[in-house]
């Protein structure tokens, strides 16, 4: 199928618990609503965030790397929708630091209905920690708009689409309302869901309660940590001070300095374990609430799969597109900055509308944060990185740890430089790791990504990823042998790279869009 898709209106109704609304103008059904809009985003304005450096005097690692693709030609081809279509399977060649394949996990559809201008233009992908995975797919060039689409890995895994890769694509396309199959499949469900309506609406009020109080949840957590964090603050101050006390090296004066904060450690210590059990009792309260509204999906749920056994053949392909859900259209600028923070468990994406840096020191990086519950944008940071006298960098990549330290990169010469820092509620900030990469394998510059199995960073390129323990950016002290490589002659466009808590790889490739999956971990 060529061109974006789009739902009519009862099938999108039925996707609306899950997220999805559609447009059709020559189905059976009505034109429909769109996933809604960002509404009103809170701006943080943070001004110059990084430490300047001189690329002079940055050490240059002298790293021997394998070759990706550096012609920016790809081999593309089209998914034949009536035909046998091949998955692919891509092994690493010599140079690379582990013998690794990275095989067809799923075709990805060519489009969720956000735009008519989607043609499958996926651009970037991450994963959370919880088994879900995020899709940025562009409504294309030049327009630097765009939406998130979320997928339920478990979900999907349970309706068999692990086993058939082209099952997502064909799903989208069975309600194609431009062909006529498309169209009879709509009123097919038409038909279905005048039996469903009441069910489906009680789903969709349910499920945006349910996700809205998981948000909620996630704000509590995130307080108990804080309050964690202040609380073994002031008791280590407290021991600290306490020695101070009953030792006789120190004065008298130092003594009832200690005693004084020991005093106040011990104030402090009672306020924040307050804090951490008050926030704790609201996470649990939360528990029970959002199991008391699964319950209540179940039930009605229930309802829906008694119609749903009348047509299996059709259902199938309702169930797997009901596993996604949209973020509103967004400007999503070049695409390829999608990450998950698993220190905040929000999601992020920087709205770089142009590939070079900033045309003044006047304008912004702009970074977009996100509820990956509610897929809506929460808070929207501003912020300069000068560089000289002059220039003023724009983020283009971005990738973040579990400790929430956060991972950008960019090309210097033929080498790479890494930054560090943080971008989060607390603050951003950012400065050049004072190693440098002196060789990279590839010209593109197409992310960056975390794995948390190993700790290390990745910085992709075509047929190539590039990788280097995150501690040792941070620290500036990696060499030549710390740099690992997993290097393919695939010739396909590498666009993003994410990892499960196992440490497996997902690759994003064009065209056509697919999802691979390493069948080892990397290293």
């Known amino acids: 199928m060529k061109g974006h898709f789009k739902f009519a209106v009862l099938t999108a109704l039925l996707f609306a618990s899950a997220g999805i609304f559609g447009i059709a103008a020559n189905a059976n059904a009505d034109v429909i609503d769109e996933p809604g809009s960002a509404g009103s985003i809170k701006q943080v304005n943070a001004g110059n965030v990084l430490k300047d450096y001189d690329e002079e005097s940055l050490n240059t690692v002298n790293n021997d790397t394998p070759q990706g693709n550096t ?25 690379s630091s582990q013998s690794n394949t990275f095989k067809t996990k799923w075709f990805l559809p060519d489009g969720f209905n956000v735009s008519d201008l989607q043609h499958g233009n996926f651009q970037s992908v991450t994963m959370d ?36 890769p082209l099952a997502l694509w064909q799903a989208f396309d069975y309600f194609n309302p431009y062909t006529t199959d498309g169209q009879a499949h709509n009123q097919e469900y038409e038909d279905a869901y005048n039996q469903m309506k009441g069910s489906f609406d009680q789903i969709k009020t349910l499920n945006n309660t349910l996700n809205q109080n998981k948000s909620w949840q996630n704000n509590q957590v995130n307080y108990q940590k804080n309050a964690q964090k202040w609380y073994y603050y002031w008791k280590n101050k407290r021991a600290k001070n306490q020695k101070i006390v009953k030792s006789a090296k120190y004065s008298y004066t130092s003594k009832q300095k200690a005693k004084k904060v020991v005093k106040q450690a011990t104030a402090k210590m009672a306020q924040w374990m307050k804090s951490y059990q008050m926030h704790k009792k609201k996470v649990a309260n939360y528990d029970k609430k959002i199991a008391s509204i699964q319950n209540q999906i179940n039930t009605y749920q229930s309802q829906v799969d008694a119609v749903k056994s009348q047509n299996p053949e059709m259902f199938k392909y309702v169930d797997i597109a009901q596993t996604a859900q949209l973020s509103p259209e967004v400007d999503i600028g070049h695409g390829q900055t999608l990450a998950f923070n698993p220190q905040n468990k929000h999601i992020y994406l920087a709205e770089d509308n142009t590939l070079s840096d900033l045309k003044s020191r006047d304008e912004n990086n702009t970074v977009l944060e996100m509820d990956p519950n509610t897929l809506k944008p929460i ?18 990549t971005l990738a973040f740890d579990k400790n929430g330290n ?28 004072q190693n440098m990469v002196g060789n990279r394998g590839g010209s593109t510059n197409q992310g960056m990504s975390y794995n948390p199995q190993n700790d290390r960073v990745y910085f992709v390129s075509d047929d190539i990823l590039t990788s280097i323990p995150a501690d040792k950016v941070r620290n500036s002290d990696f060499n030549a042998d710390d740099i690992h490589y997993q290097a393919f002659d695939s010739k396909r466009e590498f666009e993003s790279l994410t990892f499960d808590q196992d440490g497996y790889g997902y690759l994003l490739a064009l065209w056509p869009p697919e999802l691979m999956q390493s069948t080892s971990p990397l290293n």
């Open 71 to 95: 012609s920016r030609k790809y081999a593309k081809y089209d998914l034949d929708p009536t035909g046998y279509n091949y998955t692919n399977s891509y092994s690493t060649i010599a140079g």
């Open 129 to 164: 920690d919880s088994g879900n995975v995020y899709f940025v797919e562009s409504n294309g060039t030049n327009t630097n708009q765009g939406a998130i689409v979320k997928f339920n890995m478990a979900k999907l895994q349970q309706l068999g689409v692990n086993n058939q």
């Open 379 to 396: 808070r929207e940071y501003n912020f300069k990185m000068y560089h000289g006298d002059s220039a003023n960098l724009q983020l283009h």
């Open 406 to 433: 956060a991972y950008w990169g960019r090309k210097y010469g033929k080498g790479y430089i890494l930054f560090y820092g943080r971008l989060d509620e607390n603050g951003v900030s950012f400065q050049a790791s």
